[in-house]
């Protein structure tokens, strides 16, 4: 299986600015791992009270991003962020070839199953959206997604992948607007 880093020096940068990022957090966390069929899934949880709210964050998020998410609303609800395995975190680094929802949805289901939690509501962000939709686990009461995606492999038009590269490189005014069909004046 590929993994999301290009080389160990890297994974070990990310996974240590997760830990610290955690470590700094000013409210009560609690960090756990559970072991799965994808290795070894790392959970950061807060607040108390009955019904379990679990985040599923999206492509490049993990607990360590979504702090201020789980701040705000561990006030009203006991929260766990998985760190989903093949993203960017404290899980493991490996992702699938191919069946990807499926084998997300699975691995959900495993760490729901292994947190023992009953009647959890699932809030997906991104490709946690269609993490949580693929998940089938009699644990789950709700599904609540924002900004879903991930549903299908990204594709972008040629032109949208030149005009964006083009701002990435250099921000400027002129490369923020489209550029204007060519009109011209009859006399």
Avoid at 1 to 15: C, F, I, S
Avoid at 133 to 155: N, T, V
Wanted: with cysteine.
């Amino acid at each position: 299986m590929p993994t999301v880093y290009k080389n160990t020096r890297g994974q070990h940068a990310v996974r240590q600015w997760c830990a610290d990022a955690i470590a700094r957090a000013t409210f009560p966390l609690a960090t756990a791992t559970v072991d799965t069929s994808a290795g070894r899934i790392s959970l950061t949880s807060a607040g108390t009270g009955r019904t379990r709210v679990v985040l599923v964050p999206g492509t490049g998020f993990n607990a360590a991003v979504t702090l201020p998410w789980l701040e705000a609303l561990s006030v009203r609800w006991p929260m766990t962020v998985v760190d989903l395995p093949g993203q960017p975190g404290l899980s493991d680094p490996r992702r699938p070839r191919r069946a990807r929802l499926t084998w997300y949805g699975r691995i959900l289901a495993e760490v729901l199953e292994a947190i023992d939690a009953e009647r959890v509501v699932l809030v997906g962000n991104s490709l946690g959206a269609a993490v949580a939709l693929a998940a089938d686990s009699s644990r789950i009461a709700g599904r609540a997604l924002i900004s879903p995606a991930g549903f299908m492999r990204l594709s972008l038009d040629p032109k949208l992948a030149v005009a964006s590269s083009l701002w990435l490189l250099q921000p400027t005014a002129e490369h923020t607007r489209p550029a204007a069909p060519d009109v011209r004046r009859a006399g």
